[in-house]
């Protein structure tokens, strides 16, 4: 029943937002990683975006977050990738398929990375709703020799349109 009830809000919200452009495209213009549009503004406390994602995360390292986080999935699945063993990582995986409706809380060091279902090979986007407390770290990925600042990780000049240094 609940499922159902984050579904019908979450194609209601999608309808609705699509009639504007996303606030933010990561990963380039040519290629999108994710769309997020806005629903409450940036801002230090809370902040609640709607995303779209296009493809999947990079796949060379699981990443955390800066804040303690919230995802709620509307439409579509994904795979969640992330550590067996919480404080380990970068050893083994566990995968957990969620679907519409699945509600996920994080903490700001739990570590992770989405992979979209495919059809063919392409990737199937899919939509959520992520929720945000208030920054309480730097973000990054878990490399074998340990965590990289998304800066140093990625390329922040280009939007993520092309991959940076990775774990080298």
């Not at 495209?25 to 779209?52: F, K, S, T």
């Not at 969640?80 to 700001?108: D, F, Q």
Request: glycine fraction near 8%; aromatic fraction near 12%; charged fraction near 25%.
């Amino acid at each position: 029943m609940m499922r159902r009830a984050i579904r019908a809000f979450g194609w209601r919200l999608i309808a609705r937002i699509q009639q504007r452009k996303p606030d933010v495209i990561i990963g380039g213009a040519e290629r999108p990683y994710l769309r997020r549009w806005w629903i409450i503004p940036r801002n230090r406390w809370l902040n609640v975006y709607l995303h779209q994602f296009l493809r999947d995360d990079d796949d060379r390292a699981l990443h955390d977050h800066p804040w303690v986080n919230c995802s709620i999935l509307l439409d579509g699945a994904y795979h969640e990738i992330m550590p067996v063993v919480a404080s380990n990582p970068t050893g083994p995986v566990l995968v957990r398929y969620r679907t519409a409706g699945s509600i996920v809380v994080r903490r700001p060091e739990s570590a992770h990375r989405i992979a979209l279902d495919k059809i063919d090979g392409a990737p199937v986007p899919c939509w959520s709703l992520f929720l945000t407390g208030p920054v309480v770290r730097s973000w990054g990925y878990w490399c074998p020799r340990g965590w990289r600042h998304w800066r140093v990780f990625t390329n922040p000049d280009d939007g993520g349109a092309t991959r940076g240094r990775g774990c080298d």
